[in-house]
């Protein structure tokens, strides 16, 4: 694991974006994994900032997000579409149909799941995959398990994790209690990973991933396996 120490939350998210932008300038249709939640958000306005600046183009370029939840249509205001569409993807110039976030609505799990994964699949996977971490340690939504999950599916989301997000809404009992999640093998897959992580309060977890034996009730440890993953974290999230 390749670990970078940022002096806070801005400069993560510089360093982040440099990562997005060079992977687009050197392979202009490269195929991005992105992910929600709070962390990134530094991260689209930086990339939106290059992209006004013409540093970066993403018009041949094609995106997956990590997860959805069940339930919530598009244009719900709480639905990672509608996030994605606000803080990215109505500021940049990526053609409608390369963007792909699985459809919280779909009435067909099963088949929903299996068109996203092929959709990876057709795409040759993915080229840079953004991570952000929960702090039980669950990437996209796979949370802690007994085993590693494979592709793409449903779960249930765990009490901890819907709190977590129950900032997001008016109160928790709104928070789904499902999503669909790409699988950590789908994310294992991956020709390249960044996880960014910010704040003392996850520093008992981020130390975990990176210290901690590989084991699938703190999912992203899984990450220690993989060849070309780099951690960008600010000094309270490191200070374990
Ligand atoms: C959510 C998302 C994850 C994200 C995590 C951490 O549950 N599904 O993809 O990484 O929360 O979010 P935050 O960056 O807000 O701490």
């Known amino acids: 694991m390749n670990i970078i120490e940022a002096k806070d939350y801005d400069e993560i998210c510089k360093i982040a974006a440099n990562y997005i932008a060079r992977q687009l300038i050197a392979k202009p249709c490269s195929t991005l994994g992105l992910a929600t939640g709070s962390s990134p958000i530094g991260v689209y306005d930086r990339l939106v900032d290059y992209y006004n600046d013409g540093l970066i183009d993403f018009s041949g370029s094609y995106t997956f997000n990590l997860d959805e939840y069940v339930g919530l249509g598009r244009a719900h205001r709480q ?13 940049i110039n990526i053609p409608r149909d390369h963007i792909h976030i699985p459809n919280g609505l779909s009435k067909d799990s099963d088949k929903e799941c299996m068109c996203y994964d092929e959709c990876i699949r057709a795409r040759g996977g993915i080229d840079l995959q953004l991570l952000g971490l929960g702090h039980n340690g669950h990437i996209g939504f796979n949370e802690p398990s007994s085993k590693f999950s494979g592709g793409t599916h449903k779960v249930a989301l765990s009490d901890s994790t819907r709190r977590a997000n129950a900032r997001f809404f008016a109160e928790k009992s709104e928070v789904p209690s499902e999503a669909y999640t790409v699988g950590i093998k789908t994310i294992m897959q991956s020709k390249s990973i960044i996880m960014i992580v910010s704040g003392r309060d996850k520093r008992d977890i981020l130390s975990r991933v990176i210290n901690g034996e590989v084991d699938p009730r703190v999912p992203a ?13 600010d000094k309270e999230a490191l200070s374990k």
Do not use: E, G
């Not at 990672?80 to 993807?89: A, D, G, P, R």
């Not at 440890?221 to 974290?233: G, Y």
């Open 221 to 233: 440890t899984v990450l220690q396996l993989h060849p070309f993953v780099t951690i960008i974290a």
């Open 79 to 91: 639905s990672y579409y509608y996030y994605m569409k606000k803080k990215l993807f109505n500021k």
